[in-house]
Structure formats: C-alpha cells, structure tokens
C-alpha cells in the first residue's frame, strides 16, 4: 500500500508542478510552485523505486496519469480545449496503464514459480 501511496504523491506533485507551469505564464510568482512541484515528485519516485516497484510500472502509471490529469485539470483550471478525440486518447492511456500493470503482474508471479520450482 505505502508504494502506491507515494506513486499518488508522485502523481499529484507532478500535476500540480505542471499546472502550475502553465499559471506562471502570467503570474511568475509560481514559478515557485514548478519547482516545488516537481523536485517533490522525482523525491517522491525514488522512494516508489526503493519500494521494490517495477521501473517500468512506476513510469507508464506516473507519466499516463499525469498527462490524462494535467489535460482534464488545464480545461476545467484554464478552460483549455477537451476534445471527444483527447477523451478517447485519455482512454486509450488508461488501457495502456491497466495492460501495463497486468503484465507487471504476471511476470512477478512467474518469477516466483521459478524460484520455487
């Protein structure tokens, strides 16, 4: 649970860093909040990496998340285009998301058949 924790820390850090990216074109008083945005997320990474979760999962949830998140929140935030297609493409990234922590899962579990065989 603590990994998947951090992961969501990871997660919103990085949104968070991103969206703000996108307010300090006009304010540059959050800029602050870029770089505290994202130096939380990476720190918040390494510790998911020292968790023991795959590299691999880690980076498809963390980045997929992030882009579905950031392109919903700059519509709703700064009333940025969402487009039937962009919804589409947010699915398709989830999909992705869920096949790439099925696999994960599987080669875990037929890594510990070999170990015990």
Do not use: H
Request: no cysteine.
């Amino acid at each position: 649970m603590k990994p998947w924790l951090l992961l969501a820390g990871a997660i919103g850090s990085e949104v968070t860093g991103s969206l703000s990216l996108k307010a300090a074109t006009d304010q540059p008083a959050w800029y602050a909040l870029v770089v505290v945005g994202f130096l939380t997320a990476f720190t918040l990474l390494a510790l998911v990496l020292r968790e023991g979760m795959a590299l691999g999962v880690v980076y498809g949830i963390w980045g997929a998340l992030g882009v579905a998140l950031t392109a919903v929140l700059g519509a709703v935030l700064f009333g940025e285009p969402l487009t039937a297609l962009m919804g589409a493409g947010i699915m398709l990234i989830m999909g992705g998301v869920v096949t790439i922590e099925l696999g994960s899962q599987r080669a875990v579990a037929r890594e510990q058949q070999e170990v015990r065989a």
